[in-house]
């Protein structure tokens, strides 16, 4: 470079691209050097010769030239200091510390809105997409170990990782993974966190499938399982059989929702509870009262299952209960996945291979006691809008503008559950009460009559109690 320049040469970007850095008329200006062709340059003899010729044209005595060149200069260096910022900003944003800066970005989902990075409760949707994106970060780690920054990821790698997924999880499973990632990435993008030019999961398409639902269970299934159960097991199961509960509220209930001697539950359910603070009313049937009736008045107090609460509470809880529950399902003879699924495998001398097999459906589970609680009331004539109240996933503005559950008619409604072959073990069995010898005198009447003479009756009755 001649020596009457003031011009340095430096490198910038991945591609090692030559720049050169000079003053003109006492302002410093930075433009990238290219060749006669127009092509960045990467080689230093030719950055030199081209960083000679830029600076030869500053001093033309042409006026109007060094104007003309001046402008492309100043245009290419804004270009340069855009590009230097976009690179910048991308190098501080790498795939491992990704959770923290979506958890910064005010254009994150609503559920993650609640919390900040530091205190984000388990078994919330923000801990289970926090779940989903350090899945994500290992995926990526195995597979792709060079591509560090988001800004790196590709969508030839989204499609990879969701077709990878595809074959661990469920179709509702996989397309919330693929909701995650794809608001993830638009929100670092719309918040300036990175700039990508595409979001890589736009084109990973949403996975088709029949929900997989939960078969509820036979009479004979129920007073098998809650027969062949032992302590806090047994109880658990009796929880989720007569209150329709899921598995996080039964091991999570606590004593102070119990109320023994107006026979009722009330219950916030976790699933709802930080979307619409909604709690359930449900009444307690004679099994349960008397399983329950069971525990010393003095132990009456924290969770009802505080064993259960602490392994369900913790880290990975609700994997470890949920093997519990299969393991003793099978124990009792009850078959938990669908017919033709589920890894099956092979010895060859010691080695234990796995073969070509499709992913287990589950159709049995803890949560088959709710579809069973449910399919029970209806069948025993429960109100559908009673039962919907009282399972907590109805549209609660929409349930509230008709229902209001009182204890009475939450105890009525657990009458659906007094069902005789459940009361026939030494654990749940429920001491009859006398009838009343006005009753069964009155029944015994009724069974005498006519249909048409017992409707007159009834309605003369309602009548009496209308003006009474």
């Not at 104007?67 to 200069?73: I, S």
């Not at 979307?275 to 329950?292: C, E």
């Not at 994997?319 to 017919?339: E, L, N, S, W």
Request: hydrophobic share 35%.
């Amino acid at each position: 470079m001649a020596r009457k320049t003031t011009g340095s040469l430096y490198r910038n970007g991945a591609k090692g691209y030559f720049y050169l850095r000079y003053k003109f008329e006492g302002k410093e200006t930075r433009t990238r050097l290219l060749d006669p062709d127009g092509k960045p340059i990467i080689k230093e003899l030719e950055a030199r010769a081209a960083a000679d010729r830029v600076l030869a044209r500053i001093h033309e005595t042409n006026k109007a030239e060094q104007l003309r060149t001046l402008k492309n200069d100043i245009q290419d260096a804004d270009e340069a200091a855009k590009v230097a910022e976009i690179n910048l900003n991308n190098s501080k944003a790498a795939i491992s510390k990704g959770w923290a800066l979506y958890m910064s970005c005010p254009s994150r989902l609503k559920s993650c809105k609640r919390y900040s990075v530091s205190k984000i409760p388990q078994k919330s949707m923000a801990d289970s997409y926090k779940t989903y994106y350090r899945r994500f970060v290992d995926w990526m780690k195995s597979n792709y170990p060079e591509t560090v920054l988001l800004s790196g990821v590709t969508p030839e790698q989204a499609a990879a990782f969701g077709n990878d997924l595809q074959t661990h999880v469920a179709p509702g499973t996989f397309n919330k993974y693929r909701f995650f990632l794809t608001a993830f990435f638009d929100a670092l993008s719309a918040d300036g966190k990175i700039s990508i030019e595409r979001n890589p999961f736009a084109s990973v398409e949403r996975m088709d499938g029949t929900a997989n639902s939960r078969r509820e269970l036979t009479i004979a299934e129920l007073q098998t399982i809650i027969e062949k159960a032992t302590g806090d097991m047994k109880l658990l199961l009796q929880v989720g059989t007569f209150t329709g509960l899921r598995l996080g509220d039964c091991c999570t209930l606590q004593w102070g929702e119990i109320d023994m001697t107006r026979q009722i539950i009330r219950r916030k359910p976790r699933k709802t509870a930080s979307r619409t603070q909604k709690v359930v009313v449900l009444g307690i049937p004679s099994p349960l009262l008397y399983a329950l009736s069971g525990i010393p008045a003095d132990c009456r107090k924290g969770y009802l299952l505080p064993r259960y609460a602490e392994t369900y509470l913790s880290s990975g809880g609700t994997g470890k209960m949920t093997r519990v529950i299969q393991r003793h399902f099978m124990d009792c003879g009850i078959a938990i996945y669908a017919p033709g699924t589920g890894l099956k495998c092979h010895y060859e001398g010691k080695r234990k291979v796995y073969d070509e097999s499709t992913r287990a459906v589950v159709q049995v589970g803890f949560h088959s006691l709710r579809h069973t609680w449910v399919s029970l009331h209806a069948m025993r004539g429960t109100p559908q809008a009673i039962i919907q109240d009282a399972a907590g996933h109805a549209n609660p503005a929409m349930t509230e503008h008709y229902v209001h559950i009182s204890p009475e008619a939450a105890r009525r409604a657990a009458a659906a559950l007094e069902i005789p072959q459940l009361a026939g073990s030494d654990v749940i069995d429920v001491p009859a009460e006398p009838e009343a010898p006005e009753r069964a005198e009155l029944r015994k009447l009724a069974n005498t009559m006519a249909v048409e003479q017992i409707q007159k009756i009834l309605d003369f009755v309602e009548k009496w109690v209308e003006n009474k």
